[in-house]
């Protein structure tokens, strides 16, 4: 009824708007400056729909949209208090889109607990905050600012239900919400599930019918594809709103890109090969039996140091500064500073690289300014301002936390010193530059290290790019449900397309009592139609006892390893004989430290249980 009610009043007040604008009373534009037609019609849809995701492509000018919908609202009498979450790097961005934009007063949040209380009692209009203070501060902004509309700017920080940042920002309360991402899905299909829950949970039910409905499951529960994806598509489409820049933006100037491949050094050689060894023997031994948590760690660090090896030594040994990838930039930075106007941006995940490239710049007499996850964020700005506005600062170094939000059109060259797991944050990276109001032809440079990772990592890339591109519109959709072949999947490993883990809160309460009460009754639950919800034994491994995940992306998508590299032992929700107690009702109860409870457990070498409250259910460690 609630909602009858709101959609009713929706149409009141759109039809209400629209007679105002034709009659001259209220002016066609909210915003100082005037948007495109394509803008436009995303202020009215963000407005008019209240609680629903943007996913433009990256630099098509969402955050404006955003804006605009927010004076609207407040013209409308609808809303008082608007709160922006986005990250830390982003908050001076939207500092300067809302001067620019309109004339409503704004505040950002900084501070100790006590200052932040104060910003968000004596609230503007616009209160800016980054993802990390939600943490902390999510129940004391419903309490205090009560804020009528809420912003999710780089939503796919909240992708992933299970981290504290997803779990925080999902408490946060108000009547209008603006979900804004250039990148609605990146790896997995069930990370439109995360979104989409906090929009509206009733769109996509619980997790775990999500999982039963769009996976496809082997005889095992593991997820060996995807099914019903046109559905997918018919239930998020009143909710999403996607242009690309093809379709609205016909006048972006051209953009190359380029792969510079660079052999390593001796010294890189040596060292590259250690580290490949060390990964090759686990994975050899992930293929007899599952890795402890130790060894998964392990093959993790010695993943990450084999990448950064092929950016230089240096990263890993103050000692040797050898990098060949410096060459070929030196070369390149020589090119375009001989090119009057011509503006760098290089991006690298480690500092120690960006400490070389920064020195390069130095001897040879470049300006650069420095963005990093380091440098304080009122500084951030200065250092940002330099690039755009001093004509001799050349080059701007940055990680990937200059990687979203940031406009720096008066750069036209990319250079990549190492390449990101992720193709979204490829992109994102890229659309620094290669975006609206961008007058020269954008060059993309890659440094890859030949024969090496690097170079393996180009197949994956292109694979979950395919990916990201099939899930988000409808022509992809019918294509792969039209009979793409299987092994045109778009993920390196069978590790990339897990079904993620489940609370077994999710489960129905009707179908939990007298599951787990006996120990005969196991077999009962492997049977059950929802135990495909829920991880079984050969399934990847998904989350850590206290919720959160336990490898990176890059852990997950890597072709290189062997399929069984990274499963993990039997789920203890279908191992565990005993039944649970009134206090956790229909879950099993926890095991006793050291000590195995079936014929199964007793062969696993030290085996130990222990109870997560949180997410109500036993894990094995």
Request: charged share 30%; net charge positive.
């Given at each position: 009824m609630r909602q009858r009610r709101q959609a009713s009043e929706r149409k009141s007040l759109r039809k209400e708007y629209e007679l105002r604008v034709h009659a001259g009373e209220w002016p066609p534009q909210e915003t100082v400056v005037p948007l495109f037609p394509y803008q436009r019609q995303g202020m009215l849809y963000l407005a008019f729909t209240e609680r629903t995701l943007l996913a433009d492509e990256m630099g098509l000018g969402k955050t404006i949209q955003a804006i605009a919908a927010c004076a609207l609202v407040h013209r409308l009498g609808k809303a008082e208090r608007v709160l922006i979450v986005t990250p830390a790097s982003l908050k001076t961005e939207w500092e300067e889109q809302i001067q620019r934009f309109t004339r409503l007063p704004y505040r950002i949040v900084f501070g100790n607990p006590r200052e932040r209380l104060k910003a968000y009692v004596q609230a503007p209009f616009f209160t800016i905050v980054n993802y990390e203070q939600m943490i902390k501060d999510a129940l004391t902004v419903n309490e205090q600012l009560r804020p009528d509309i809420v912003v999710l700017d780089e939503a796919q920080r909240i992708k992933n239900w299970s981290t504290l940042t997803a779990q925080a920002v999902k408490r946060l309360q108000s009547r209008y919400a603006f979900v804004l991402t250039g990148t609605p899905i990146e790896n997995r299909i069930d990370e439109i599930h995360s979104l989409m829950d906090f929009l509206n949970p009733a769109v996509l039910g619980p997790l775990f019918r999500f999982n039963r409905e769009f996976y496809e499951l082997d005889e095992r529960g593991r997820p060996c594809g995807h099914k019903n994806l046109e559905r997918l598509h018919e239930r998020i489409a009143p909710y999403m709103l996607r242009r690309r820049k093809s379709d609205v933006e016909t006048e972006l100037p051209e953009r190359t890109d380029k792969n510079f491949f660079v052999p390593l050094s001796a010294g890189q050689k040596q060292a590259y090969l250690h580290h490949e060894d060390q990964v090759a023997r686990l994975a050899a031994a992930a293929r007899r039996r599952p890795l402890t948590q130790q060894?998964?760690?392990?093959?993790?660090?010695?993943?990450?140091?084999?990448?950064?090896?092929?950016d230089t030594n240096y990263i890993l040994d103050p000692n040797d500064r050898v990098c060949p990838k410096l060459g070929e930039l030196e070369r390149i930075l020589e090119e375009c500073r001989h090119n009057a106007g011509v503006k760098v941006i290089v991006f690298s995940e480690w500092e120690r690289m960006l400490e070389l490239v920064r020195d390069l710049c130095r001897k040879r007499g470049l300006g650069c300014a420095w963005h990093t996850?380091?440098?304080?964020?009122?500084?951030?700005?200065?250092?940002?301002?330099?690039?755009?506005?001093n004509p001799d600062c050349r080059v701007f170094l940055s990680t990937d936390a200059g990687s979203t939000g940031l406009n720096l059109q008066n750069a036209s060259v990319v250079i990549n010193c190492d390449l990101p797991w992720n193709p979204a944050r490829l992109e994102q990276r890229i659309a620094r530059a290669w975006r609206k109001f961008q007058s020269r032809p954008v060059t993309v440079v890659n440094l890859i290290s030949q024969d090496t990772i690097e170079e393996r990592m180009l197949g994956t890339l292109a694979n979950k790019q395919a990916l990201a591109q099939g899930r988000s519109g409808r022509d992809p959709l019918r294509r792969r449900q039209a009979g793409v072949p299987r092994s045109a999947k778009p993920v390196g490993s069978a590790c990339a397309a897990r079904v993620p883990r489940c609370p077994a809160t999710a489960v129905p309460r009707g179908s939990r009592p007298g599951l787990y009460r006996a120990g005969a009754r196991a077999a009962q639950w492997r049977a059950h139609p929802l135990r495909g919800a829920i991880p079984a034994r050969g399934q990847p491994l998904g989350a850590s006892g206290r919720g959160r995940s336990r490898f990176s992306p890059m852990a997950r998508a890597d072709p290189w390893l062997a399929p069984g590299a990274l499963w993990r032992q039997r789920s203890a929700v279908a191992d565990l004989p005993r039944g649970g107690g009134s206090r956790h009702r229909g879950c099993p109860r926890p095991p006793r430290k050291g000590r195995a409870h079936s014929a199964h457990d007793a062969r696993q070498p030290a085996l130990v249980g222990r109870w997560n409250s949180r997410s109500q259910r036993a894990v094995v460690r």
């Open positions: 060894q998964q760690e392990k093959l993790m660090r010695e993943l990450a140091m084999m990448r950064m090896i092929c996850g380091s440098v304080p964020q009122l500084r951030r700005r200065a250092e940002i301002n330099l690039f755009k506005n």
